[in-house]
């Protein structure tokens, strides 16, 4: 028998929404003919209709905005690719119905040289029995079905699709089955190994670094670093990807952190065990005043699983940021498009940065960010136990976190990241605000620039001879080096753009 002949033994499923890409795309509820509900892929596997209640695909089979809106989560994509190439058996299993258009569909993953001549992608939204992982795992089973598969592996943000896949192993005894969770930055831990594998063993392991927003920000009093050095510092496993609890929208609403106009679509939204007021908030990127004005809350108020919660949900476009008016935003010039990047522009060339210096700064910013969409580390507050002396007392200390719920209250945070009870303090002196006390003030466009540009000068430009080199320029950022590809592929493509 030829090699090309050798039916595959591995069976390789990907989930699409928030494992493969973020969308802003919801599925609607609507009863008598009102949108009671909006929810992501995240909160619509979960959701289970009321009476008279009905779900409106039409926006998730719209091909067009998912091909102009999605943001790749580039090392789950590295991850397919490579899949690919080595022959295994590779499908995609969403929890959407047929799109519109299909070419163009499958296009939004051809432009990020995936060959989807070698992937079958399967709609669990075109059946009409059961929950979404009763559906998917429906899928799978025909899969393993028809084939002697040696290993099954699955890659999926919801939990629930992870558990409905391992029940197959009874059926397929003599079949592997590793399930992955797939946390909203990208990175994949190994969430479960074989029905009887008891949460006490179960050792997860980490894939690809992370990517967007995240744990490598403006940390490490010891050497002033910006980023994450690539260990847990202490940090327990059972904390990696338990972020899902207390972020559920944040993604799908991260172009909102920065404000809105127009008066908000109220919508509802479940309470997930571990829920507060504060995490609700920062899952749709709105003041905590506001959840708490539209549900009649004080600041105590404990909310309940289960409980239904009023969200504020901006429809309308950013405004643009406001400036002095001697100062005008010209985002024609950037690259990105944004009112931010035209702000810490503007920032950076009072400060004299300028040449390739300027293209290394942009470009690491707006990995850090995510193109300037988010001003505040993504994740929930379990996610930032690793910063905790509590539960990470090694990476604490070097983050200079002092006292329990120093991790989340200095987490990352403006342009740079910043991170760490340590540097806010550092930088509000030498910038004189008051960081270490308010380390909200960070999130604020023209403090976050003033921050990264600090950052920057003291950091980064003393440690660096050549700023074309993105491997040094990312050392004194993130250390560990996460992400360096994507950086490197944003500073080519800053320095087109800039020439």
């Known amino acids: 028998m030829r090699a090309a002949e050798i039916q595959p033994k591995k069976l390789v499923v990907f989930d699409i929404d928030d494992t493969l890409v973020h969308t802003q795309t919801k599925v609607h509820v609507v009863k008598d003919g009102q949108v009671v509900n909006s929810l992501n892929s995240h909160d619509f596997t979960h959701y289970k209709l009321k009476p008279g209640e009905n779900f409106d695909f039409e926006d998730f089979r719209n091909a067009r905005e998912f091909f102009e809106k999605s943001r790749p989560i580039i090392p789950m994509m590295n991850q397919l690719k490579k899949d690919i190439s080595t022959g295994n058996k590779v499908v995609m299993v969403t929890a959407r119905a047929d799109f519109d258009d299909k070419e163009l569909f499958l296009d939004t993953f051809r ?42 592996i699955m890659y999926d943000d919801a939990k629930p699709n992870l558990h409905s896949f391992i029940e197959l192993k009874k059926d397929h005894p003599r079949t592997k089955f590793y399930a992955w969770h797939v946390s909203l930055e990208g990175e994949a831990s190994e969430y479960m190994r074989e029905s009887f594998v008891s949460e006490k063993r179960r050792r997860k392991r980490s894939r690809q670094a992370a990517y967007g927003p995240g744990p490598y920000g403006g940390y490490g009093y010891v050497v002033g670093y910006s980023g994450d050095g690539g260990s847990d510092g202490g940090v327990g496993e059972d904390y990696t ?17 920065l404000g809105a106009q127009g008066k908000p679509i109220i919508v509802q939204q479940h309470v ?35 409980q239904m919660v009023k969200v504020p949900d901006y429809s309308k476009p950013l405004d643009k940021q406001k400036t002095k008016k001697s100062e005008k935003l010209d985002t024609d010039k950037t690259v990105t498009g944004t009112t931010e990047e035209a702000l810490l522009r503007m920032y950076a060339k009072k400060a004299n940065i300028k040449g390739n210096e300027l293209v290394a700064f942009l ?77 909200e003030l960070v999130e604020k466009p023209e403090v976050a620039a003033k921050v990264a540009i600090w950052y920057w000068k003291n950091r980064v430009q003393p440690n660096v001879d050549n700023f074309k080199n993105v491997k040094d320029v990312t050392k004194p950022i993130n250390p560990g080096l996460k992400g360096l590809e994507d950086r490197k592929d944003k500073f080519n493509k800053f320095m087109v753009a800039m020439r």
């Open 241 to 257: 990807d338990e972020g899902w609890k207390d972020w559920v929208a944040g993604a799908a609403l991260g172009a909102a952190a």
């Open 363 to 439: 470009s690491q910013v707006a990995h850090e960010t995510m193109n300037f969409k988010h001003m505040v580390e993504l994740g929930g507050s379990n996610d930032f136990k690793k910063y905790d002396p509590t539960y990470a007392p090694s990476k604490a200390k070097q983050l200079g976190n002092i006292k329990p719920g120093d991790g989340e209250k200095y987490k990352g945070r403006g342009f740079i990241q910043l991170t760490g009870r340590y540097n806010y303090a550092k930088a509000g002196e030498a910038l004189n605000l008051p960081l270490e006390s308010k380390p």
């Open 272 to 306: 997930e065990p571990g829920d507060t007021v504060y995490s609700i908030a920062r899952q749709n990127n709105v003041d905590p005043k506001e959840i708490i004005k539209l549900n009649n809350f004080d600041m105590s108020t404990k909310l309940k699983p289960g």
């Open 111 to 152: 432009k990020y040289g995936v060959d989807m001549n070698k992937v079958h992608v399967y709609r669990a939204g075109n059946s009409k029995q059961g929950t979404t992982e009763e559906r998917k795992k429906a899928i799978i089973k025909n899969l393993l079905d028809a084939d002697d598969y040696t290993k099954a």
